[in-house]
């Protein structure tokens, strides 16, 4: 495990800790054949339990810190063990994590375990994310441990085997820093990460650079989606640039600039409007960390990451008009294109539109206006003129169905198959999953298409 080159205070080894009754609820073959695993091996409830640890797997803890809705708290993998690291035959690294499998010398005042609801909702999002083209950690297997864990009530205890490029974090550079272990962990993670930076003058703000532009990506990609990550901790923001931790996530049915599902965001600090402000946010603590590696001035070394951080809204703006380009057809989007954009918003947010269906409709029947007030049949006859200059409406109508699924997982479906799992049925949770895997297929069931009555109550909580 090449994270353990890495100076000792970084993470501590451990074991997970073993469960009473190790059962397979799902299985990814999928991913398994995509990283080239034995089967044999890993398609088995006691090794994804971590009752048993093959030999030659090192299992450690990760240390790292977090900026948690503004305030920084020590913290570390509290119940997740990184089991081992495999190369797969593209040549790729990739971590493989047990989530929920014991307490850890950072599980400070948790049990170190999950329930089975939040895993296995964890494992239907991030699958759905990975099918609607997000970079995102991946999950292996959900298995039940046999054993309850106690949160409002018992409930029935999980594992969840999470796939991801690496679990380096914003907050674990921010940890190194303050162990005076910065250098080692930049050089791994861009080892990891970004090895052509090793070879540049300034090996560092490359590094920066490479990863604000990952999550610049990332988060127009969310946003192109109404996917709301709810807990943008800076613990929370992998390197790679990948999703990661899906706690109290959700996607909006109804089109809400403001909207928030967790309930611990009071103020919404991580509300959908916000996501890229904090991400920038977060990049800025990314900053702090890098500071002894750039210049012995601290100044200076401030003055060149400050230049850098402040590209994130040239990318992110950029990514953003491509992807909601895409999302209405536009061929090559310019600044008038932006305000025909942003009006399209407005008129979602006016009409109380559902998200994703609206874009649907469109691309469905382009010549039929989506809005029912004169301002939105305005914007409608403006897009039409755009979309004829642009070229033919049947290249536009492509373009749209490429860039738009049909279905995203929604709150309340993914609330109904969550419980049937939990009362003993998991055929509604896997048929989900299956729709889900092909979001831009033409034939997606009604029941999976169809908004709630209302979400603004709907309410997420972190994965407990
Ligand atoms: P999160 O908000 O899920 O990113 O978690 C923040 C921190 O709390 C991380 O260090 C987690 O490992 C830790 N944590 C969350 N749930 C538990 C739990 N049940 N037991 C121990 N640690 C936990
Ligand atoms: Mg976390």
């Not at 010398?105 to 296995?120: E, F, Q, V």
């Not at 999470?162 to 791994?188: C, F, I, M, N, P």
């Not at 807990?231 to 996607?251: Q, R």
């Amino acid at each position: 495990m090449t994270y353990r080159q890495l100076p000792k205070t970084m993470y501590t080894d451990i074991h997970p800790t073993p469960v009473k009754a190790p059962e397979l609820v799902v299985f990814n073959d999928e991913l398994a054949a995509e990283l080239g695993l034995d089967t044999t091996l890993w398609k088995h409830a006691d090794l994804l339990a971590g009752n048993v640890v093959p030999e030659g797997f090192t299992p450690i803890a990760q240390a790292y810190l977090g900026h948690q809705f503004g305030y920084p708290a020590m913290l570390g993998d509290g119940r997740a063990i990184l089991l081992t690291e495999i190369l797969t035959p593209d040549g790729e690294t990739f971590d493989i994590q047990l989530k929920g499998s014991g307490r850890t010398p950072y599980s400070r005042r948790g049990d170190g375990r999950a329930a089975i609801g939040p895993m296995l909702r964890e494992y239907l999002i991030s699958e759905a994310m990975h099918a609607l083209r997000v970079p995102t950690s991946r999950s292996l297997a959900v298995v039940l441990t046999g054993e309850p864990v106690y949160r409002e009530r018992a409930l029935p205890g999980a594992i969840l085997t999470r796939v991801a490029s690496s679990h380096l974090r914003v907050g674990t550079l921010q940890y190194a820093r303050t162990q005076d272990v910065v250098k080692e962990v930049a050089d791994y993670a861009i080892s990891r990460h970004d090895p052509l930076c090793a070879q540049e003058s300034e090996p560092y703000l490359c590094f920066f650079q490479e990863v604000l532009k990952r999550q610049a990506k990332l988060i127009a990609r969310w946003q192109a989606l109404g996917f709301i990550h709810g807990v943008m901790n800076t613990d929370n923001m992998a390197l790679s640039g990948e999703t990661i931790d899906y706690g109290p996530c959700a996607f909006m049915d109804t089109y809400r600039s403001d909207q928030v599902f967790s309930s611990i965001d009071q103020t919404g600090r991580y509300r959908y409007a916000n996501q890229p402000p904090i991400a920038k946010w977060n990049l800025a603590r990314m900053a702090d960390a890098l500071i002894p590696l750039i210049d012995q001035e601290e100044e200076q070394a401030i003055e060149r990451l400050l230049e850098v951080l402040n590209t994130f809204e040239d990318h992110y703006h950029g990514a953003w008009r491509q992807a909601f380009g895409d999302k209405l057809g536009l061929k090559n989007v310019s600044t008038e294109d932006d305000i025909l954009i942003k009006r399209f918003l407005s008129l979602l947010e006016n009409e109380e539109k559902d998200f994703t269906n609206t874009f649907i409709e469109l691309s469905d029947n382009p010549v039929h206006s989506v809005f029912s007030g004169e301002e939105g049949h305005n914007w409608h006859r403006k897009w039409i003129e755009q979309i004829e200059k642009d070229g033919s409406f049947e290249k536009a109508k492509d373009r749209m169905l490429r860039a738009n699924p049909r279905v995203i997982p929604r709150n309340a479906m993914v609330e109904e198959v969550l419980q049937q799992a939990h009362r003993g049925d998991i055929q509604p949770f896997l048929e989900m999953l299956k729709v889900l895997k092909d979001p831009f297929a033409k034939d997606i069931p009604e029941k999976y298409m169809k908004p709630a009555d209302k979400d603004t109550d709907y309410v997420t909580y972190c994965g407990t």
